[in-house]
């Protein structure tokens, strides 16, 4: 069995992989806030993670990995975007949910074991919120419950910061009911116009810290092998997981090893709307770059450092793409090659495994190569079919691609209502053009064929234009 070695932030080293419970590998990632479609920044946590989650599988067996990530699902800014557009909070967090699994998936990202939402688990917070305060380690005040993080000796040590040096260096809520500055949020009042619960401290809502430590303990136990996440979440949020449920655990490890992705840049800079150059998952996507484009961009830099995507980077990983799906069509995957496993194995260092990838596209071990490829996600069957579209040109792959959202969108609807007349029409028009329909629980792809009909293609958008 390969032995797995992983950069530790709370150690500062490499850590072997020593499973609590080899039978039963556990990770933890923290999942989006559901207000907004997911930006190329938070796709890299996704696809860094999702990597990990595969080579687990591959060492331990399919079987033997829990991998949970959560959508928070009750927050402010959720309830800020309700009151502007005037929906209703469900609407807007199942729609963003949905987005997510498709932008996600786009990306060939795999469906963690568990995906919890917040609002499903706050029963669960308010036993360890009471828990908190019956052993003194959080306050109630004027209607919040807030953690008193002077009662956790070791507060800081995930960021190597004092309690001092945080206040000094961050934005911290200074109110009139904190002890300390640094005490954070377990539950909050709610006025009748956003989401509440029942609490023994009156009607409220979480804050956004203890989700994670109540979904975790559900789903992991109050002891597990992995927590990850980006860079920008070890302080204050895994700081203050950290201390919650420590304290709500004594003698547990909560999380062994902590692991976290550096940040996105685009072209150099960081991703900015004051910049232009921010852009969500789908704005990509819908410029034409493939999802397999973008995981192989992302996977060509180690996660902890910053990785750049640049158009030139992308442009290079459809070539590269291209040729490695023509080396290994019609063949079946080997085993994977001993050096990429050895690569991932060592802190997940894609970057090295991606070099090995080259090595054996040069060699032409094409069954080697597939396989391999698939342990990072890349070359898989859910993940092909663009590749057979790049014969055209701008105008027919833009609208192709208008075609396929309008496709897959009707396909959602017909799911709904049973009717799938739509979907039917589509269908028979794109067969006339001479464009094979694939559909499958990932979504839909449209392949043209050697009898392609550019202008029949074109009259189904004006079709579809007119209704």
């Known amino acids: 069995m390969a032995e797995i070695r992983l950069w530790n932030t709370k150690t500062k080293q490499k850590d072997l992989l020593v499973p609590i419970d080899p039978d039963n590998v556990r990770m933890y990632v923290c999942g989006p806030t559901v207000y907004d479609r997911a930006h190329m920044g938070n796709a890299r946590p996704v696809i860094v993670f999702d990597v990990l989650?595969?080579?687990?599988?591959?060492?331990?067996?399919?079987?033997?990995?829990?991998?949970?990530?959560n959508f928070t699902d009750v927050d402010d800014k959720i309830n800020a975007r309700s009151q502007l557009s005037g929906r209703p909070i469900a609407d807007i967090t199942e729609e963003t949910i949905r987005w997510y699994h498709e932008d996600m998936a786009a990306l060939g990202v795999m469906v963690p074991t568990h995906e919890p939402r917040a609002t499903a688990y706050i029963d669960e917070m308010i036993?360890?919120?009471?828990?908190?305060?019956?052993?003194?380690?959080?306050?109630?005040?004027?209607g919040h419950v807030l953690f008193a993080v002077e009662k956790y000796a070791d507060y800081g040590a995930l960021s190597g910061r004092s309690i001092d040096d945080m206040i000094a260096g961050s934005r911290v809520e200074v109110a009139p009911y904190k002890r300390n500055p640094m005490d954070f949020v377990l539950w909050k009042p709610s006025t009748d116009d956003l989401p509440g619960w029942d609490s023994p401290w009156g009607r409220g809502r979480p804050g956004w810290h203890i989700e994670c430590s109540a979904m975790s303990l559900a789903l992991l136990g109050d002891s597990f092998d992995i927590h990850g996440g980006?860079?920008?979440?070890?302080?204050?949020?895994?700081?203050?997981?950290?201390?919650?449920?420590?304290?709500?655990?004594?003698?547990?490890?909560?999380?062994?090893?902590?692991?976290?992705?550096?940040?996105?840049?685009?072209?150099?800079?960081k991703m900015s709307k004051s910049l232009g150059n921010f852009f969500t998952v789908h704005d990509v996507l819908e410029q034409g770059i493939p999802g397999e484009v973008i995981r192989f961009v992302y996977l060509s830099t180690h996660y902890r450092k910053p990785m750049d995507w640049t158009a030139e980077k992308a442009q290079q990983a459809r070539k590269t793409l291209q040729k490695w799906r023509a080396q290994t069509r019609d063949v079946l995957p080997g085993d994977v090659h001993p050096e990429v496993l050895s690569c991932l194995s060592n802190d997940l260092n894609t970057a090295g495994a991606v070099n090995e990838l080259h090595v054996l596209s040069a060699a032409s071990d094409v069954t080697t190569l597939l396989a391999s490829a698939r342990l990072l996600g890349l070359l898989t069957e859910e993940m092909g079919g663009w590749e057979e579209t790049e014969q055209l040109d701008g105008p027919d792959l833009s609208k192709l691609q208008q075609v396929r959202r309008y496709l897959g969108n009707a396909r959602q609807r017909a799911m709904e209502t049973k009717d799938f007349s739509e979907v039917d029409r589509l269908k028979s028009e794109l067969s006339q053009a001479g464009i094979e329909v694939r559909m499958s629980k990932t979504g839909v792809e449209l392949l043209p064929t050697d009898s392609f009909d550019s202008a029949r293609l074109w009259s189904i958008e004006r079709n579809r234009e007119a209704e």
């Not at 036993?127 to 004027?142: H, S």
């Open 53 to 69: 989650f595969r080579l687990l599988r591959h060492v331990y067996g399919a079987d033997h990995v829990t991998y949970v990530r």
């Open 127 to 142: 036993v360890m919120i009471k828990g908190l305060i019956a052993d003194g380690f959080a306050y109630e005040a004027e």
């Open 230 to 269: 980006g860079n920008d979440l070890m302080f204050p949020h895994h700081e203050n997981e950290i201390a919650q449920s420590k304290c709500a655990h004594p003698g547990s490890d909560f999380a062994r090893i902590w692991m976290h992705n550096e940040m996105l840049q685009v072209e150099g800079k």
